[in-house]
């Protein structure tokens, strides 16, 4: 696929021992619970930890097999040294498996920056309150790690800075909301994977460059089913692209590298802490968070305001935290009007030929 | 190991004790007052375990725990139906089979007896903290029984050695608004002294179950694991009334009057082993079978996750504290750091892991502590896989075949030719 951004994140660890070698400080993180503004603040690059459709093989002696891939393959990629640019690493506690990697982690990879950071499963304003103490003692150790000072000037800027890209992102999703949507969603996706690892300034110049530059509307809609993907993570490219040979379009998604990560806004102001820790608690939640009702209106008001014809939800296995949501979901948005095909997912060893068949039936049975 | 004795009729069956037999009426009397709630006017509060049981006690509710009864279930040789029915309603089948498991009953109105299984439940009540499975599970439930659902929130400390105040606080608060929830649901006033008197029980029990723990290193061990995993049951589900504190009492002068006259569990204490974590409800025998080559199991994390000491004077703050500073919050070297002590205090040779394949939360970093135990104490391990409620993916021929080959390593090791 030719775009500028899947290039870049196909070379992600080549980009980043390249930052490396200028001199820049690289912190990998899991989750969308990590406030990477404060990374960005105190002078380092933060990069999401990403797993990879390569075979797991290292993993295997850490990690029992029957825990979800996702884990099971960062830990992989991890040990075979393709993250060796990274000078630290922060897990925050959102599932079973980031809270059982932090000791894992920390014993094998040996990083000189580590941080297992607990976050509450409310957003309430005691949960806020708290969490906003848990930010200024991560801000203390990375200040103390990085030797730089982090002030709310700083802060405000570097929320400022993910703000802007948050917002072009978010830009790029409503393009789709025309008939005629200009990219495809196997390109929106590998925007949104780019920006997980691509310093945000540099993606926001090069998605303001995409935007600026659009093809004028086509005319015609091309036909293609408007559907909308949801749930886990995953890599795989070919995934997106099976869905478009199959006659489909993701016009919108509920993943959480999509609209869980990108559709949040956090206040500049005199309190950046509490802002961030508003910020990243009441986001679009992820199922590790409570309630679970607001996600399912996400959903909803996206399926709808997005006029989708179908859902492809998407799950790891054995993901305890989404697969207790996933019968609700289907139900929920079925009885909306909305059909689903449920797909168990992982990146090692896909099965192409068989998610084309089921996306081909699901997408004869919209049509 | 030929000597065949009168009794008992298995010479390696290993000694069970006495006040056991207590246990079968105290549950008993459980499931009466669960059955007869409704018309008692007690409301029915379904508990996660390692939740403030304390809290519903002090409202005279019942506690129910979904958990323990699915190891009923589980015992009683109807789990797999049961987790086939919540399979075909669209669960995944990797999911915890405590949950798959209940809801089967739930979905079948059926019971661990052949009964139509228990009432719905008044009020749902799970914690986050022990595992992202209760709160997901109780949400799930929370949709299908349309009652009230509280969650009391409590953010991962993962460093179990410290307990910052900011936790401690977070949860106090965390409980004091459940027990005015609890009041508001159930309408019955909320009384701090109440409270106090249960906490103070609570406190109790959990001192003489720290007694008992403490007497298993004795040489040789006094009670089975299996003896441990059931009498938990008091500690469950009763850990804040007069009843289980009578219960540990009769149950810690049995013990003591074993260690005092160097009576062990098992007839011949040839080898000292730690189970890790979850017992195997489906076959509790295997545990028997450690005990025909002389394996003696004679500490375990498990069965201390349910005690803890808390003082009713100030009963939230302590509460709050007691429940996060569980050993089963802390990181792989937590865990590791307090399995190096036991090892020593119990003078254990081996430890055997339990990978239950259901429960990420607890399996995911056995791999790291068992090599941690290797490369600090050269502790020999073996570790094999099955589901602590699901007999399906049980594989006996296997794991006894490994339980062999463990013990010869042992064998070697500690009696060497
Ligand atoms: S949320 Fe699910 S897929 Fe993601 S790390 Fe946790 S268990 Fe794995
Ligand atoms: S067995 Fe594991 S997943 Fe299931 S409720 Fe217990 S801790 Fe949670």
Redesign the pocket.
Known sequence: MESEFYDAYSKRHELAEGWKQAGKGIIGYFCNYTPEELIHAAGIIPVRLRGSSENIALADAHLPTFCCSFIRSCLDQALRGRYSYLDGVVIPKTC?MTRCLPGIWKRNMKPSYFRALPVPGKSTDEAVDFFAHEMALFKESLEEYSGHKIDDESLNKAIKVYNENRALVQEVHKLALSDTPPLSGSEVFAIMLSGLILPKDEHSAMLRKLLDDLPPAKETADGAVRLMIAGNTFENMELMQAIEECGGNVVIDDLDIGTRYYWNHIEEGSEPLKALAAGYLRRVPCPCKHPAQPRLEHMLKLAKDYRVKGVILINQQYC?THLYDRPWLESSLQQAGFPVLLVDHSDIGWVGGKFKTMVRAFIEMLE | MENKQEKPTDPFKPARLATSAALGILNENYYNALASAKADGKPVIWI???APIELIYAFDGIPFFP?NYAALCSSRKVAAEFCETAEGSGMSQGL????LCMFGSIFEKRGAFGDEGVDEPDILLATEG?????PK?WEAMQRHFNCPLIIIDAAYTVDGETLPEHHKSYLAAELEKAAYKIEEYTGKKFDIDRLREVVSLSDQASELWDDIDDMRAAVPTPITQIDVFTCLFALVTLRGTKEAVEFYQQLRDEVKERVDNSVGSIPNERFRLIWDL?PIYHNMRLLNYFAEFGGAFVTDLYGNAFSGRVDSSDPFNSLAERYLSFF?RSASWGKSELYKKRIEKYHVDGIVFHS?R??????AEQPEISQILRDELRLPSMTFEAD?VDPRVFDDAQVKARIETFIEMLESRKYPK
């Open positions: 079973d305890d | 996660t375990s390692m958990e915890c089979s405590y949950a022990a595992c992202a499975t209760h599970w979850f089963m239950n259901c429960c990420r939360c607890f399996s602590m």
